[in-house]
Nanobody, 123 residues
Framework: VQLQASGGGLVQAGGSLRLSCAAS????????MGWFRQAPGKERELVTA????????YYADSVKGRFTISRDNAKNTVYLQMNSLKPEDTAVYYC?????????????????WGQGTQVTVSS
């Protein structure tokens, strides 16, 4: 599966952004989808993940209550709504796909990766 992320940009602290990730192929609904981020000088971290049907979600503690992941299997797209953004949310955000949620949550990995989209939050 090929993934194409979009929606990054520059926003002031407290603002919002919505990232989208469009997937190619007809098997989108068979994949767990996730968003990772990597800030300069830091390791890549899992931000959030969503199950195939969308009923199960995972959020890193740092984004709980501020970020929301969702997916539209009819449109082969996963979204990340980011509210109340903080300067520490500044990073390159990557969407990813895998067959298992545990690959993302336990191993911080994924089989397929999209290109990153830069999110910059100014103070």
């Amino acid at each position: 599966v090929q993934l194409q992320a979009s929606g990054g940009g520059l926003v002031q602290a407290g603002g919002s952004l919505r990232l989208s990730c469009a997937a190619s192929g007809r098997t989108f609904s068979s994949y767990v989808m996730g968003w990772f981020r990597q800030a300069p000088g830091k390791e890549r971290e899992l931000v959030t993940a969503i199950s195939r049907g969308g009923s199960i979600t995972y959020y890193a503690d740092s984004v709980k209550g501020r970020f929301t992941i969702s997916r539209d299997n009819a449109k082969n797209t996963v979204y990340l709504q980011m509210n109340s953004l903080k300067p520490e949310d500044t990073a390159v955000y990557y969407c990813a796909a895998d067959g298992n949620m545990s690959t993302m949550t336990s191993l911080s990995g994924a089989r397929y990766w999209g290109q990153g989209t830069q999110v910059t939050v100014s103070s």
